[in-house]
T-cell receptor, first 115, second 113 residues
Framework: EAQVTQNPRYLITVTGKKLTVTCSQNMNHEYMSWYRQDPGLGLRQIYYSMNVEVTDKGDVPEGYKVSRKEKRNFPLILESPSPNQTSLYFC??????????????FGSGTQLSVL | QKEVEQNSGPLSVPEGAIASLNCTYSDRGSQSFFWYRQYSGKSPELIMFIYSNGDKEDGRFTAQLNKASQYVSLLIRDSQPSDSATYLCAANAGGTSYGKLTFGQGTILTVHP
């Protein structure tokens, strides 16, 4: 089954404790991206990756890191989480063509609470 | 910062009516436009994507793109209570940053019986 798998589904942590949210896709997609969703603000892109070893900033990259060492995995790293990073996070992937891409497949989301 | 703006909601329509959702974008270089539906507590799911000016129809849904006026709209015909959800418009950035995707803030649609 084609899917994007995020883990964990729920995470409660404390300020400053490094954490990683994993994302994996089994569709051989070139494009992967991370979003956060906050009430009234819609989805905001954190980082995206056009392919292995190619990553770039989205609209809200501060406080986050990513890596793309393998095509299927795109982890999101919070080196020193703060309460303002409490949010619902989504990973997504897609095929990518010339200056456009098609359907984004979303993971189930990770609800993060930073105390 | 490039923006995507959606008409403020919430939008309420009776069952069987046409729901019209609108979205404007600021980046003239954008080439990919999307409408997603998101039920409460769920992941967004794609309704339509559109690249070219004009209309694109898929069942009860029609997406309209006007690049000159920089707007994208979604029409839902014969609206059903199951269409009640938040609708998200998105556009990608132009040029070499085309992987940068910006979403609007979403419009809550309620279809009442």
């Amino acid at each position: 089954e084609a899917q994007v798998t995020q883990n964990p589904r729920y995470l409660i942590t404390v300020t400053g404790k490094k954490l990683t949210v994993t994302c994996s896709q089994n569709m051989n997609h070139e494009y992967m991206s991370w979003y956060r969703q906050d009430p009234g603000l819609g989805l905001r892109q954190i980082y995206y990756s056009m392919n292995v070893e190619v990553t770039d900033k989205g609209d809200v990259p501060e406080g986050y890191k990513v890596s793309r060492k393998e095509k299927r995995n795109f982890p999101l790293i919070l080196e020193s989480p703060s309460p303002n990073q409490t949010s619902l996070y989504f990973c997504a992937s897609s095929r990518a063509g010339a200056h456009r891409f098609e359907k984004l497949f979303f993971g189930s989301g990770t609800q993060l609470s930073v105390l | 910062q490039k923006e995507v703006e959606q008409n403020s909601g919430p939008l309420s329509v009776p069952e069987g009516a046409i729901a019209s959702l609108n979205c404007t974008y600021s980046d003239r270089g954008s080439q990919s436009f999307f409408w997603y539906r998101q039920y409460s507590g769920k992941s967004p799911e794609l309704i339509m994507f559109i690249y070219s000016n004009g209309d694109k129809e898929d069942g009860r849904f029609t997406a309209q793109l006007n690049k000159a006026s920089q707007y994208v709209s979604l029409l839902i015909r014969d609206s059903q209570p199951s269409d009640s959800a938040t609708y998200l418009c998105a556009a990608n950035a132009g040029g070499t940053s085309y992987g940068k995707l910006t979403f609007g803030q979403g419009t809550i649609l309620t279809v009442h019986p």
